[in-house]
């Protein structure tokens, strides 16, 4: 661990860990080919209009809370991601208010598109905000790729809904089963082969996605659906990581070399898919969830996660509010990511009932 890195966690585990923080930190520190830096991840803030200038507060504060403290972090992240659903229904209105508390950050930005953000213009005005819908860029030795996972079938996008608020509304449920499955489509997908292409497979790839790419739970569109077509674009890299926003959750999961982190939400916690209805688990078989978040504190099971990519692995330490902080670390021994404390059985805290 480089004295940096013990600087870095030290800040993070006090001054600032105080007061946090709905949004991610992630560090990485490859071995060979990059250099050490950092950067932070904002993501899910569902910006959320009411009418005229009023505007949802919680979902206000979450994010106005993590642009002000990204802001201050040391040492400084040499940029910022926002994972995607700005906006709760797509408005102008939503993404203007959004990108008008963005616009606060002393740093660089790059966006990811998110369902909520897409499905009322099939994401014109955000493009007019942020442009390209998915690109990728250098960094330091590393390579990183942002897709735009949240497409879906044709006809479901242009032929099944007579306006544009249904199918924004549609698609805004979790649990709807008028939704669609999200994907990244064969467009870009070819577009991600060319690009991977010209990639030296030594090189350490990340991707940031706003759906999962990985099959997790089809009814809460926890699930892109083409996603082993993209998993075998990623799979010849030495190291790959795909970091996703969408289930405002801690899941954590390992593919062949990918590894898969999620981020939480500056906005609210989704619950677990299985205490839907009893319904079976369909998390990765490694995740151990997070505790219940207490409905009466609107901060509960948001929080933010610094990732140390050592050698191209994901090591993951989220912080979370009101709310046992964990560690997900990869575990060169079983050559998965771990919870360094619950992931035996016998150590995870017991279920509450008081909800
Ligand atoms: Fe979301
Ligand atoms: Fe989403």
Excluded: C
């Excluded at 890195?5 to 930190?25: E, H, I, K, V, Y």
């Excluded at 904002?42 to 403290?69: C, M, P, T, Y």
């Excluded at 140390?308 to 670390?329: C, E, H, I, K, P």
Aim: proline share 6%; no cysteine.
């Amino acid at each position: 661990m480089s004295t940096n890195r013990r600087n870095f966690l030290r800040q993070a585990g006090t001054g600032l860990a105080a007061s946090m923080l709905p949004m991610s930190m992630v560090r990485l520190a490859f071995a060979d080919s990059a250099q050490d830096f950092t950067f932070a991840y904002i993501s899910d803030a569902l910006i959320q209009h009411i009418k005229g200038n009023q505007f949802v507060r919680n979902w206000d504060r979450g994010l106005i809370r993590a642009v002000a403290e990204a802001n201050l972090l040391e040492p400084k992240p040499d940029f910022v991601v926002f994972g995607g659903d700005l906006a709760q229904l797509g408005t102008r209105a939503e993404l203007d208010h959004g990108a008008e508390i963005l616009s606060a950050l002393n740093h660089k930005m790059y966006v990811v598109m998110g369902e909520h953000d897409y499905y009322l213009d099939l994401g014109d005005y955000w493009s007019e905000l942020y442009g390209p819908q998915y690109y990728s860029f250098d960094h330091k030795g590393v390579h990183f790729v942002v897709l735009n996972s949240i497409l879906t079938y044709d006809d479901w996008t242009f032929d099944r809904w007579p306006t544009a608020e249904q199918r924004m509304n549609e698609m805004a449920g979790l649990d709807n089963p008028n939704g669609s499955p999200f994907m990244v489509g064969s467009k870009q997908i070819e577009w991600l082969k060319q690009d991977l292409a010209g990639v030296s497979k030594k090189t350490p790839v990340v991707v940031f996605s706003h759906s999962p790419l990985q099959k997790i739970y089809k009814g809460w569109n926890f699930w892109t659906e083409d996603a082993a077509q993209i998993q075998a674009l990623l799979k010849p890299f030495a190291a790959a990581n795909v970091i996703y926003g969408h289930v405002h959750q801690i899941q954590y999961n390992q593919i062949d070399n990918i590894s898969f982190t999620s981020v939480m939400s500056t906005a609210w916690p989704w619950p677990y898919p299985q205490s839907y209805a009893q319904a079976e688990s369909f998390l990765p078989v490694l995740t151990v969830p997070m505790n219940r978040a207490d409905p009466f504190n609107e901060r509960d099971a948001t929080g933010w996660q610094f990732i140390d990519v050592n050698s191209g692995r994901t090591d993951v330490a989220f912080n979370l509010y009101d709310n046992t902080n964990r560690t997900v670390a990869f575990n060169p021994e079983t050559g998965k990511p771990e919870d360094t404390v619950y992931q035996p059985e016998s150590a995870r805290i017991p279920p509450q009932r008081q909800y």
